[in-house]
């Protein structure tokens, strides 16, 4: 369970306030798994794609299949390069509040810079709860939660910070996964992913030993569409 569980409260009702009076319920509006589908996004550089040509980042790749066929619909890839959970919760979640009612799934992917940051577990723990609660304000779409990849194998992390990079890492999943369990979200693992593909697949990173390559967006969209199929 996670601590100051009053002062938890206080956040996501915040939160909750800053986004507003949610729209009317998604239920009866979202569209179903043969129709156009609306995907929101909510996330950091990885959901810009960073790292690979434009349209080659996963969101991308992930939407590209979604209206295959012809199907129709929409992307809102509220993404911003270098978010926190801090701008994620200031920026990105109000924006549900014009969205919401439409929307057909939710993807959430932020974390890797609060590591990085060296945020404090307790206060990444309470905003991305705020972050979760807050996108259910305004929709009840299905929600799939990426959560931190390991980037302490990632070559442009120096070999000193790789260990404590890799508890922090650690120490926030399991937080993350606290926070899907009781708000009903899925979780994509990809921590367990990136430690199973890295190893074998340098050319997985792009030039600047961080983010994604192209080839790695792929393989990262393609694990993940057996759960946004599912999702939906």
């Known amino acids: 369970m996670l601590p100051h569980r009053s002062r938890l409260a206080a956040a996501v009702a ?10 009317a319920p998604a239920a009866e509006r979202r569209a179903g798994p043969t129709g156009p589908v609306t995907l929101v996004v909510l996330g950091d550089s990885t959901g810009v794609g960073v790292g690979a040509p434009p349209g080659d980042g996963y969101v991308q ?28 919760l200031r920026d990105q979640v109000p924006q549900l509040a014009r969205i919401g009612a439409e929307a057909s ?6 974390g890797a810079n609060d590591v990085r940051a060296h945020t404090a577990l307790a206060a ?32 442009a ?4 910070s790789r260990a404590p990079a890799a508890q922090r890492v ?19 693992d990809l921590y367990h992913l990136s430690q199973e593909l890295i190893p074998l697949h340098p050319e997985y990173f792009a030039a600047d ?6 080839k790695g967006y792929e393989a990262w969209a393609a694990r993940l569409w057996p759960l946004v199929e599912s999702a939906l």
């Open 14 to 23: 915040l939160a909750v306030a800053a986004v507003g009076t949610p729209r």
């Open 61 to 88: 790749r992930t939407f590209a299949h979604l209206t295959a066929g012809g199907r129709g619909g929409r992307l809102f890839n509220l993404s911003r390069s270098g978010a926190t959970t801090v701008e994620a």
């Open 105 to 110: 799934l939710v993807a959430i992917g932020i």
């Open 124 to 155: 990444f723990a309470h905003r991305f709860e705020a972050i979760v609660a807050g996108v259910q304000a305004h929709t009840r779409a299905p929600i799939i939660i990426s959560n931190v990849p390991d980037i302490s194998l990632a070559p």
């Open 157 to 160: 992390v120096p070999f000193e």
């Open 170 to 188: 650690a120490a926030f999943n399991r937080a993350i996964d606290e926070v899907a369990r009781r708000h009903g979200a899925r979780v994509f």
């Open 209 to 214: 030993g961080y983010h994604p390559s192209a």
